[in-house]
């Protein structure tokens, strides 16, 4: 660590003023990590902690102007790939020195190596958030990640799935490995709230209909092709059946197409991004993962927080949240059309569905709170600091 940078920057931080702290990120688009980055804004001790946002990608900037609205500072370094983030390093130090930075926090494994570095020139500690298992990463990546993976202070893993993944593929004691689950806003998703837009009344769903839906970014990993298949199925065996899509991505057009291909025009609704979800939750009975690998998915949280019942493959940190046939329904990773069997039996128990919608909700009160994970990530932050 290189002490000299380290003695200049926290001689000029006084300790009556908010500690400066510096999250890192590829970019500031609708993933489940950049949409944490101001809900748990809201959450932290702002008299204690001030707190600037780097990301690079400007074409993804949609959760910028969420993060300014709760007092962020937001700054764009510009890159147009990965290996231009790891150019962008000297740019960011300067950024750190400047602002007198006490802490880096770092997302997802390229913004990581690029925190690293910074916190290497400039001896300013960092923490890495690991929002994936390893075995997903491309070659590249990994190495590149585990190359540089003892260059920071402590790493959290956003669940005991993800924690395991980095103690089998970086079997050192150091850094440190701590778990602290992601969160959701449990006031904020709740039923109780206004829902806004009736979205049933919208899409002339009925109100006795069952909903099914997802809320997700288009990506390989999320298997919306089975999704339909699995929806298509179902409908079949229920006609008040119908299925609410929300969101976008790089597999748009070809979602679009399968759902053209299978006829689900009259019961699979796609509602596009929408930077408010809860709407859509609060239309849905059910909420449908199909992935083939998860980390802990945020929009799960919300919806079960908004008492839907999560009906999933056992995918990464899933069944740490659902235990089924308690708060939810899980099929095997490589076996999704299950879910087909399982969700036709759990339409037909109402009485169950209803117990599940509760157990949901209190399954995120109790263990997957964002209050509970931001008083953790602060433990962190203080004790790296006073360090």
């Known amino acids: 660590m290189d002490t000299l940078n380290k003695t200049y920057v926290r001689k000029t931080w006084q300790e009556n003023e908010r500690v400066p702290v510096l999250h890192i990120i590829k970019s500031l688009g609708r993933g489940g990590a950049e949409m944490l980055l101001p809900e748990t804004l809201r959450q932290h001790d702002q008299q204690k902690f ?7 990608l400007p074409w993804k900037n949609q959760m910028v102007a969420a993060i300014e609205q709760e007092g962020g500072k937001v700054v764009c370094v510009e890159a147009k790939n990965n290996a231009s983030i790891l150019f962008a390093v000297r740019r960011i130090a300067a950024y ?3 602002h007198n930075i006490q802490l880096i ?4 494994p390229w913004a990581g190596m690029a925190g690293r570095l910074v916190g290497k020139l400039t001896g300013v500690p960092v923490v890495y958030t690991e929002h994936n298992k390893w075995e997903r990463y491309h070659k590249l990546t990994y190495y590149m990640n585990k190359l540089s993976f003892s260059y920071q202070q402590r790493v959290i893993a956003v669940s005991s799935e993800v924690a395991n993944s980095i103690k089998t593929n970086y079997n050192k004691i150091r850094p440190q490995v701590q778990v602290v689950a992601n969160g959701v806003d449990t006031a904020k998703y709740a039923r109780t709230q206004p829902a806004g837009n009736d979205i049933r009344k919208q899409l002339n769903i009925p109100a006795t209909a069952t909903v099914i839906g997802i809320a997700c970014v288009f990506r390989m990993q999320k298997r919306l092709g089975a999704w339909l298949d699995i929806a298509k199925a179902l409908h079949e065996k229920h006609a008040d059946t119908f299925f609410i899509i929300v969101g976008d991505g790089p597999l748009r057009d070809e979602i679009h197409a399968k759902a053209k291909a299978l006829g689900t025009d009259n019961y699979v609704f796609f509602a596009g ?21 998860e980390g802990l998915p945020i929009a799960l949280l919300e919806a079960m927080s908004m008492n839907c019942v999560p009906v999933c493959t056992a995918a990464g940190g899933i069944p740490e949240v659902i235990k089924d046939g308690v708060n939810g329904l899980l099929a095997p990773v490589d076996q999704p059309l299950q879910l087909v069997d399982r969700l036709s039996q759990l339409i037909q128990q109402p009485g169950q569905v209803t117990q599940m919608k509760q157990a949901a909700r209190e399954t995120v ?12 990530l602060e433990d962190i932050y203080n004790d790296l600091i006073k360090n």
């Open 50 to 56: 001030r707190f600037h946002y780097i990301y690079f």
């Open 273 to 293: 991004l929408q930077a408010e979800t809860r709407p859509y939750f609060t239309a849905m009975d059910m909420f449908m993962m199909s992935s083939e690998f």
């Open 365 to 376: 009160i109790n263990s997957f709170s964002m209050k509970k994970m931001v008083a953790e």
């Open 96 to 98: 750190v020195r400047k």
């Open 105 to 108: 926090h770092c997302h997802l």
